[in-house]
């Protein structure tokens, strides 16, 4: 049973590019969460999906990111044009609903992007 | 404004000894907590959990408090061991909330 995937694991990508970064959420979890973790600090909350819904993107830059979780397939974090100050780990949680026996999130490892 | 507050961003403690991290929260309508352990280049993983209607949560060398007048929340691991060494955080959520807020982290160090 495969828990939160996610790829690339490490993605270089120069000024102005664009980045995607997917996640697949654990078998059985419709809701997908993205994080971002800056250099020495915490988790920051970015933007909370269902299927073909953005439930909460109060925690994303106004420009440049957008994310989707189409009804197949991965949850998709783009960065259009990016600069070097979005270089950071990029999580990918995923949950059942909140009322389910052992409610809480699964993480991804991780997509490290590194602006150049 | 951080509703989830980890004063301390290190600690350092002996094999077989006692590690307390300690989490401060702001937001009265949080009710219910989760500590999440993360390695270096990993994802970052759960630990344990507690809800507000309780104020202990034990699981192994793992036990969590909670004192919801205080609005703290601490994480007590014993003994400790060289592999406890990762960053912990300490994450909450309300009941009407959408996603968990959580707090900066706290290095733990166990030293052999």
């Known amino acids: 049973n495969a828990g939160v995937m996610q790829n690339p694991r490490h993605l270089v990508r120069r000024r102005g590019q664009e980045a995607r970064l997917r996640c697949s959420p654990m078998k059985g979890h419709s809701h997908v969460y993205w994080y971002r973790q800056l250099p020495e600090e915490g988790l920051k909350f970015m933007v909370y999906l269902q299927k073909e819904n953005i439930i909460d993107e109060s925690g994303m830059p106004k420009e440049r990111f957008s994310a989707e979780f189409p009804k197949e397939g991965p949850s998709i974090l783009r960065i259009q044009q990016v600069v070097r100050g979005d270089s950071a780990a990029y999580f990918c949680?995923?949950?059942?609903?909140?009322?389910?026996?052992?409610?809480?999130?699964?993480f991804g490892s991780g997509t490290r992007l590194t602006v150049v | 404004d951080q509703q989830v507050k980890q004063n301390s961003p290190s600690l350092s403690v002996q094999e077989g000894r006692i590690s307390i991290l300690n989490c401060d929260y702001t937001n009265s309508m949080f009710d219910y907590f989760l500590w999440y352990k993360k390695y270096p280049a990993e994802g970052p993983t759960f630990l344990i959990s507690?809800?507000?209607?309780?104020d202990k949560n034990e699981d192994g060398r793992f036990t969590v408090f909670l004192n919801k007048s205080a609005k703290h929340l601490s994480l007590h691991i014993v003994p400790s061991q060289p592999g406890d060494s990762a960053v912990y955080f300490c994450a909450a959520e309300d009941n009407y909330g959408q996603n968990f807020v959580f707090g900066p982290g706290t290095r733990l160090s166990v030293l052999p």
């Open positions: 949680a995923s949950s059942p609903p909140r009322d389910s026996l052992g409610y809480g999130y699964t």
């Open positions: 507690i809800s507000s209607i309780k």
